[in-house]
């Protein structure tokens, strides 16, 4: 019989994990709060960079306003920037998820299960598609019409009931006789 694997004992003791896993959590902590302060700065320093301070004190009308339309063009310029950019990130999206398809297409991770015979009745499919709109039973024999026999010989004529008559009748040149003299007589 296979032994049975024993069970290993901790080198370190409970206690010690314990505050093992609190520095590590407070040491985390500490360089959350750096990468927050660094982010920040970068902000900062980006701003001063690219955006310099905006001196409006002793400016005449004019210039206030001509200093206004700069703005909005400059504003103007980053918003076509800005969509341009959204439109990149979008379509390298789209593509980004056409290429993951067709990667998990060409690993061929799918595969097709068996299918297996499964015997439903009209009723039970009927069920599934319908859901419960579905109470009647499907009696295919109810929806047909009734046909009775005696209406059907009434309809015949009496001269086709023996059609071996009409037959010998017909044949040779006796019967494509009274067929031209039928057409003849008919015409006139």
Known sequence: ?????????????????????SL?????????????????????RYLTERVPPVLIDGLSLTELQRLCQELHAKIDLVDEER????AKVSLNSCE????????LDLRGKFKRPNL????????????SL??????VSMDLRANLK????????????VEDSDWRKNVEAMSG?????????????ATQ
């Open 1 to 21: 019989m296979p032994e049975q694997p024993q069970e290993r004992k901790s080198k370190i003791s409970a206690s010690r994990k314990l505050m093992l896993k």
């Open 24 to 44: 590590m959590v407070a040491k985390a902590k500490e360089e959350l709060d750096q990468e927050i302060l660094d982010r920040e700065e970068e902000k900062q």
């Open 83 to 86: 969509y341009d950019i959204e």
């Open 96 to 103: 980004i998820k056409d290429l993951n398809i067709k990667v």
């Open 116 to 127: 297996r015979r499964v015997r439903v009745s009209a009723d039970a499919i009927l069920r």
């Open 130 to 135: 319908l859901g419960s709109k579905h109470k």
């Open 146 to 157: 009734s046909v009775k026999k005696e209406d059907t010989e009434k309809k015949r004529p």
């Open 173 to 185: 040149m006796e019967g494509r006789k009274k067929m031209f003299d039928a057409a003849k007589g």
